[in-house]
């Protein structure tokens, strides 16, 4: 049920309708938009008749609504404008301006990582992205640096104020990747595991959740459920290409999540046109086309020397290659009526 208040109601008149609603037995979840907040009351569907009471005794209470959908906070309905997530260097992700992410697939090194973002940032991105544990496929390929990771990648923020998205492997590193991140990323491998995305969403810190390799959108909805039920309203999805039988392609990028998640949801949705082709000539064509259909951010991968990388190398771009996208991005995120 989603619980809708009235524009400026005191802190204290949201207090009182919260206990109201944990009365009836429900918990409550609370999505403070711009001009109003709206509670999601998680708890025994079959008894939701007994909140609509609470429009009779609240006055601050606009409307009580049932949502259909098995994706309850993360839909549309819950919440009817767009979710903005703000990051600590002022980067806004879902507002009116387009944002860029971008880095190495992996950090390697000091000198990699920061070369790396100082072009991204003269360039024109706002976040650095980088692994510093990695889901690699087989045992014997390169795992990450770990912690060093993290630690240049708190080097480079601090160096270039970016902010920082890395990735969370495990429930284990939780509060250690979140001390260093700005964005917690939960990879394609990880996207149904729901412990870990438990325990992603009780750092606090903004989640981006790739879309798994065979996962249907509502899985993937469902998926983002859980970060918002534990108490985090800062989830971007990330839709980074699923298997299908092509070959040409390392994964087909499905650019039609871009419609499909503003329609179904008020969490932004980011492209990663870099996992989602596989290749690196691909990937400006595939960046402009989901500017163009209203994509919230990118999420690129960028290296100094991509032929040498340690992960990923066919589909990094080089720090000239970023640049050159990035100089011909504008027409087709003016398209779609962003900055
Ligand atoms: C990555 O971003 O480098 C990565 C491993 O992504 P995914 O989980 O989408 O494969
Ligand atoms: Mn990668």
Redesign the pocket.
């Known amino acids: 049920m989603i619980v809708v208040l009235k524009p400026n109601i005191t802190k204290k008149e949201e207090a009182a309708v919260l206990r109201g609603i944990r009365r009836l037995g429900y918990e409550p979840r609370v999505l403070r938009g711009v001009e109003r907040t709206v509670i999601g009351a998680i708890g025994d569907e079959r008894k939701h008749h007994t909140l609509e009471t609470l429009t009779a005794v609240f006055p601050q209470v606009e409307s009580v609504t049932p949502i259909q959908k098995r994706f309850k906070l993360v839909s549309r309905e819950a919440h009817r404008g767009n979710s903005t997530i703000t990051l600590p260097n002022g980067t806004v992700i879902g507002g009116k301006k387009f944002v860029v992410m971008a880095g190495p ?2 950090v390697e090194g000091e000198k990699q990582l920061l070369t790396t973002a100082h072009a991204v940032k003269q360039a024109g991105a706002t976040v650095l ?1 980088g ?1 510093a544990f ?2 690699r496929t087989s045992p014997y390929e390169f795992q990450g640096l770990g912690e060093k990771g993290l630690k240049l990648l708190a080097k480079a923020r601090k160096e270039t104020g970016l902010a920082v998205i890395t ?1 969370l492997l495990s429930e284990q590193h939780a509060e250690m990747v979140a001390e260093y991140a700005d964005i917690l ?1 939960i ?4 996207a149904q595991n729901f412990q870990l995305l438990i325990a992603a969403a009780k750092t606090g810190r903004p989640v981006l959740l ?1 879309r798994g ?1 065979s996962m249907k959108i509502d899985e993937w909805l469902l998926a983002g459920e859980y970060v918002l039920a534990h108490d985090n309203a800062n989830l971007m999805f ?1 839709e ?2 699923i298997r299908t039988f092509e070959t040409y392609t390392r994964n087909t990028l499905d650019l039609s999540t871009v419609p499909i998640i503003k329609k179904e949801s008020h969490c932004p949705i980011v492209i ?1 046109p ?2 989602g082709a596989g290749k690196a000539d691909l990937v400006a064509a595939m960046s402009k086309g989901a500017a163009a259909m209203g994509a919230d951010a990118l ?1 690129i ?1 960028v290296h100094p020397n991509p032929a040498e990388a340690w ?2 190398g066919a589909q990094q771009l080089t720090l000239e290659g970023f640049a050159k996208l990035m100089g011909e991005l504008q027409p087709f995120i003016a398209a779609a009526g962003r900055d």
Do not use: H, I, T, V
């Not at 990879?187 to 990880?190: F, L, M, S």
């Open positions: 697939c992996s992205r692994g990695k889901p990735e990323q990879g394609a491998r990880n790739k390799l990330c980074r290409g990663d870099s996992q999420l991968e992960s990923d």
